[in-house]
């Protein structure tokens, strides 16, 4: 009997292993649906909390309809903008996913709940005339087109594998709605060409700061001869550098609700900090070398701790500035619902502010792990000092644009320095792969076209970044025109 049921748990085993398989494979395709539905429930909450907050009188329904885009604004910003500031580290492996969407998440809430403005301009970056938008029903649905258009253009970079400009999207919603509602006179156009020059000049800056950098690294820490040595002297240095960078970048840019500070007063603030941190980092580094083997290894241990601490910093200011786009224009509809009147500024409530906090957290969490991995893999090799160079980068290259008067995105800043650290890589090495090519006998040289294949940064990559971004304004702009006249045709 038992030799007659052996083959009968056998054939029992193998059809339960194919229901385990197929469980999994039933889990595995389900999992995008996952996060589709709590979106869909944070949403749907969202929409309750605005009833509520708004009395449910029968003009508030485009406040409640705006929470709604808003909130799908702000699941967008956190799937996609947020893996700037993090990709970098997950990349060098200074953090593993789930401690980098830990921290971003706590970080960007703490930012736009602390820190995030509470006079937000409610024409994105000036880009239309309030007044030729004087009918409130006209002023509400362009910034309801706005809105939606510049979620929906996000959502779609995202599905991509671009990372993109929520700000410049909004700026395009903005301008497409503007011109379906009042024409092309209404746009100001100087502004949209500044804007426009950000595109060129954002990810050069960060490029070519993050490569300086690198290089710096290289000259006097890596390629010495006592390589812990000159870790003691220069570590200290560059964390003094990065502390001052985003001291001022906080106090200018990321305190606006606590007190209003100019650049002057900003850049004493970061000399002080700088100063500050340079001096007690001394004996944390000398401590921290102590034992380490003279190699390129043990360098990277010492630029982990600073890389989570300035990613962790990039993402407060960054929940401090770009929770005015996911929130800008609902609290301009909230207030013109309010007030009957349109206005160039107005407050953010709270409860909006908590829906563009929880809204970024929640798109972070949901979707963010597939521009992280990106921006942090996918583009070039990353190490601990690479994406130290990307940070610091971001953060210096906004203090210099803001001195300079120029509107940059902190989105372009920040892959242009992965782009520039790894272009810098490809230069570097060709450089050193030709010298030693020529002391080879011509027999054993590779050939240039093999030269050529070896390049450090995925080009494919590089291409759609770069169309994504010049496409950004032109399609969220023809997006909001069609969203305005959808509205105008059901008479929103």
């Not at 190490?383 to 990307?390: K, S, T, W």
Request: charged content about 10%.
């Amino acid at each position: 009997m038992t030799e007659d049921a052996t083959p009968q748990w056998k054939t029992l085993d193998k059809d339960l292993n194919r229901l385990t398989r197929l469980e999994e494979a039933t889990m595995y395709t389900a999992r995008p649906l996952v996060g589709v539905g709590v979106s869909l429930v944070f949403v749907t909450l969202t929409v309750v909390a605005a009833a509520i907050f708004t009395g449910g009188e029968p003009q508030s329904l485009a406040v409640i309809v705006a929470a709604a885009f808003g909130a799908y604004m702000a699941l967008n910003i956190g799937a996609n903008d947020v893996a700037n500031n993090m990709g970098p580290a997950v990349g060098a492996k200074a953090l593993s996913l789930l401690g980098a969407i830990a921290i971003a998440a706590v970080c960007e809430s703490a930012g736009a709940l602390l820190a995030g403005g509470d006079v937000v301009s409610t024409i994105s970056k000036g880009i239309i005339d309030p007044s030729a938008l004087a009918s409130t029903a006209v002023f509400v649905r362009a910034m309801m087109a706005a809105l939606l258009a510049a979620s929906v253009w996000v959502n779609v970079a995202t599905w991509i594998g671009a990372p993109v400009s929520t700000t410049h999207s909004m700026v395009g919603g903005v301008m497409g709605a503007g011109i379906m509602a009042a024409g092309l006179a209404t746009v100001n156009w100087p502004t949209m060409g500044a804007i426009a020059a950000s595109w060129v000049i954002s990810p050069l800056l960060g490029g070519v700061i993050a490569a300086a950098m690198l290089a710096f690294i290289k000259w006097r820490v890596i390629y010495v001869e006592d390589k812990i040595a000159a870790a003691r002297v220069w570590v200290p240095v560059l964390i003094g550098v990065m502390s001052a960078a985003f001291a001022a970048y906080l106090a200018m840019k990321g305190l606006k609700k606590v007190i209003s500070i100019d650049l002057g007063t900003a850049l004493l603030i970061g000399l002080v900090a700088g100063v500050a941190m340079w001096l007690l980092s001394m004996p944390f580094i000398r401590r921290q070398s102590e034992g380490l083997e003279n190699r390129n290894r043990s360098l990277k241990s010492l630029f982990r701790l600073p890389l989570v601490v300035s990613a962790a910093l990039l993402s407060f200011a960054h929940g401090a500035n770009d929770v005015a786009n996911a929130v800008g224009p609902l609290a301009a509809i909230a207030y013109v619902q309010k007030s009957s009147a349109v206005a160039g500024q107005v407050a953010i409530p709270l409860w909006v502010m908590m829906i563009g906090a929880l809204g970024i957290s929640f798109g972070l969490v949901l979707f963010g792990p597939k521009l992280i991995g990106m921006v942090g893999s996918q583009i070039t090799k990353l190490n601990p000092m690479r994406a130290y160079c990307v940070a610091l980068s971001a953060a210096v290259t906004v203090i210099a644009a803001s001195w300079l008067g120029l509107p940059v995105s902190s989105t372009h800043i920040a892959v242009g320095g992965v782009f520039g650290v790894g272009f810098f890589r490809e230069w570097y090495m060709e450089r050193r792969a030709r010298r030693v090519e020529m002391e080879r006998p011509v027999a054993r040289r590779i050939p240039g076209q093999e030269r050529a294949r070896r390049k450090l940064v995925r080009r494919s990559h590089f291409m759609t970044i770069i169309a994504a971004w010049v496409i950004t304004v032109p399609a969220a702009a023809l997006l909001s025109a069609g969203c305005f006249l959808l509205l105008q045709a059901i008479g929103f």
